[in-house]
Every structure is written in structure tokens, then in C-alpha cells.
């Protein structure tokens, strides 16, 4: 074992402070790193809080995580010692069933998948796995993905779940030059929502609750902005999208955008609210055919094709780096929607 600082919450309410973790050493097929940069996902807030209920505590959040590695195991063929790499929202799974087999490994069929933080971690009885606010991690390879040269490293954290959580429904409901997508919220998953699927070639339409961000907005790459709380702009985009990804973290009413979807449309739900939202209107979907539908992540294969499409595109995060001793603020800020667009935790800041 090794001991690595960390940041934890040791309970719901009481700010993250400083805490001491072990893990464990490198077996035949893992890959250790040094933890250089980690993004704060609203999902680390969700969780710190126990909003979505089995928060185990102390609980060490983060899984944008991007380092270098410092040992591999005897067995590792994909790495070596000094790669860039970078590690997303899970560490393992069954990798026998079916949803395993073909990559999709969120969608895990034992239900075993193994989250970067709070799961069972069974290299460690007893423990839970710590996640990335901390200086150093270990994997087994198949879960480990290599940061492409060109990609700032620090940029490069958020995509590993902001990135691929939107990149992979783009890309499931076909994404493209013939399409009219729209992207709701523009925090961290939205803002990387608003990139891809304008590197895909859609007609990229930003829903936002905060009309200070339509420059931005545009800057980033939508063709156009609508400021939800605006009526009349709301009504102009009735029966016209192919495709919603709805990122918004709190619970508000799903009627104000499947109605903007066309015939067959799909309004895809990605952001998990402590509260439900409102019941739907059956109506609504009935009336045109229309999908609402859910998402989560996106399987280990897809998070390096999402990596390499950023590579090729030039995409990262943009990003507010702070030092984990800011991370209490940094929340409250995100709360507010005050972040462009994502936090990243310089880890320099642990190892002073
Ligand atoms: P974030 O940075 O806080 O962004 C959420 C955005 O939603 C805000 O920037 C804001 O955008 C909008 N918003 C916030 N409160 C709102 C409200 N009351 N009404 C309308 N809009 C509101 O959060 P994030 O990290 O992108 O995460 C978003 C959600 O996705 C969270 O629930 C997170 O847990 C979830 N998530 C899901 C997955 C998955 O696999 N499905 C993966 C990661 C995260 P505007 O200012 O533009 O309105
Ligand atoms: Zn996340």
C-alpha cells in the first residue's frame, strides 16, 4: 500500500477538508499515476450531499482525473512509465456480459460496475473507491485512456465525464450535418454539449437560464441561444429539433422542451436531479412520436474515440483552475451557476 493525500467529505453538511488514504500496489494488469489536474462535476456535489441517497463516508469525490504515470504492472501492454493518461467515472465492471462485451460497460449487465469513488472497492475490504481529489491513483488498464498529445492535460480532465457524457448520446442519436440539436444548460456538461456537436456538424441551439451567457454561448459554438425564461424565443423553436440533451442539474418542467421537438424527435436526459422533475405530458410525446430518453456516460471504448475526436478537433474544457483548498467555494459558485465553464483542481496544491 501507499499512502496518497487527499480531500474528503466526512459527512452531508460539513465542508471537504484534508484526509490521508491508501491504495493499493500495482498488480499484474494495473496502472499507477500521479493525480496532476481533476474537474469538479456537479455529480461530486450530488454526492458529497448525499442528494441521491448511499453516500458512504469519508467519501474522496472526482472522476476527471489526468496524470502520469509512475508504475505499471508486468502485465500492462497499453502504457508505460511518463504516458499521459486519464481516468473517468469507473474502475471496473464485470467484463463478461453482454453490455461489457461491447464496451458499454456503464450499462454493465451484473450490475458491477465499480464507480471511481463511492463503490465497494474489493482490492480493499471494507473500503469504498477514493476518487480523484487526491495525488495519486491506481487502475487495471482496461480502464485507463491515453490523453492525446495536443490536448492541454489540464483542459483535458473535464471530457473525461462532461465530455463523454454528452458525446455519447450525440453520436447514439446520429449527430450530424442534416441535424438541429439542442443543448439545455450551459455548465460543464453543457458547454462541452455546445463543442461536439458543433465539431459534428450540427445546428447547434443553446438553452440557457442565464442570458449573460449567450456570448459566450455563441463563442463556443452555437448558432444559436435561447434564454429559456423568454416566451416569445422559446415558441420560435416549436416542432423544430431533432435531438435535446438536457443537462440541467435541478428539477424543472420537461413539457417547455419536448414541445420544441419535431415528429420523432428525442429529448435525452443526462442531468440527475436530487428532486424529480414534474410528470411529463403524455400528450405531448404522443402527439408527434416523440422520445424522452436517459444516458449515462459512455463505455470505455467511446471515451477514447471521444478523446481522439477532441484530439482532431481540438477541443478541451474550458476551465477555472483552482487549489483544492478553494474546492467548499468552488461548489457554492457552481450551485450558482458561477463557472466557466468547469472547475479543475490543480493537485499541486495537495502535494505543498
Ligand atoms: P453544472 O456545471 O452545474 O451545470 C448545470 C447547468 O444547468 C447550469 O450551468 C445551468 O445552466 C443549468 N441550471 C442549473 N440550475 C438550473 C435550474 N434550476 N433551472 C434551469 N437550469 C438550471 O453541472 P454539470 O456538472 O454540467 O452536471 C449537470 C447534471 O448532469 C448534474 O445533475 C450531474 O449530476 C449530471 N451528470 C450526469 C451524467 C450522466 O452520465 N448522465 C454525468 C455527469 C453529470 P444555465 O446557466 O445555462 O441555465
Ligand atoms: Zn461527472
Known amino acids: ?54 453516500t458512504v463516508y469519508p467519501c474522496v469525490p472526482g472522476h476527471e482525473i489526468v496524470g502520469k504515470v509512475t508504475k505499471v504492472g508486468d502485465n500492462v501492454t497499453k502504457f508505460k512509465v511518463g504516458d499521459r493518461v486519464a481516468v473517468g467515472c469507473m474502475v471496473d465492471s464485470c467484463k463478461t456480459c453482454p453490455s461489457c462485451k461491447a464496451g458499454l460497460e456503464q450499462y454493465c449487465d451484473n450490475r458491477a ?21 487526491s495525488t495519486q491513483i491506481v487502475v487495471d488498464e482496461r480502464f485507463c485512456l491515453k490523453v492525446p498529445g495536443n490536448l492541454d492535460l489540464a483542459g483535458t480532465a473535464p471530457l473525461l465525464c462532461a465530455g463523454i457524457t454528452l458525446y455519447s448520446p450525440l453520436k447514439h ?10 443543448i439545455v444548460g450551459l455548465g460543464g456538461l453543457g458547454h462541452m454539449g455546445v463543442k461536439i456537436s458543433h465539431a459534428m456538424g450540427a445546428h447547434t441551439v443553446l438553452f440557457t437560464t442565464s442570458p449573460d451567457k449567450a ?52 429529448m435525452v436526459l443526462v442531468g440527475l436531479p436530487e428532486h424529480p422533475h414534474p410528470s411529463p405530458s403524455v400528450g405531448n410525446l404522443l402527439s408527434k412520436r416523440r422520445s424522452l430518453a436517459g444516458s449515462m456516460i459512455g463505455g470505455i ?48 496544491s495537495l502535494r505543498n
Open 1 to 54: 500500500m501507499t499512502k496518497a493525500s487527499a480531500y474528503a467529505a466526512f459527512d452531508k453538511s460539513s465542508p471537504l477538508g484534508p484526509f490521508s488514504l491508501e491504495r493499493r500496489e500495482p498488480g499484474a494488469r494495473d496502472v499507477q499515476f500521479d493525480i496532476l489536474f481533476c474537474g469538479v462535476c456537479h455529480s461530486d456535489l450530488h454526492t458529497v450531499r448525499s442528494e441521491w441517497e448511499g
Open 173 to 182: 442519436w446520429e449527430t450530424g450535418p442534416s441535424k438541429k440539436v439542442g
Open 113 to 133: 460496475v465499480v464507480f471511481t469513488y463511492n463503490s465497494p472497492d474489493e482490492h480493499i475490504p471494507g473500503k469504498r473507491t477514493y476518487g480523484g481529489y
Open 215 to 266: 456570448e459566450d454561448a455563441k463563442r463556443l459554438g452555437a448558432d444559436e441561444v435561447v434564454v429559456s425564461k423568454n416566451a416569445d424565443e422559446m415558441k420560435k423553436q416549436s416542432e423544430s429539433l431533432d435531438l435535446i440533451v438536457n443537462t440541467v442539474a435541478a428539477s424543472h418542467d420537461l413539457d417547455a422542451y419536448t414541445s420544441l421537438l419535431k415528429r420523432d424527435g428525442t
Open 301 to 348: 471504448p467511446e471515451t477514447q474515440e471521444m478523446l481522439d475526436f477532441c484530439s482532431a478537433h481540438n477541443i478541451v474544457s474550458d476551465i477555472e483552475m483552482i487549489p483544492i483548498q478553494k474546492i467548499n467555494e468552488a461548489y457554492e459558485r457552481m450551485l450558482k451557476s458561477d463557472v466557466k465553464y468547469r472547475f479543475v483542481i490543480d493537485m499541486a
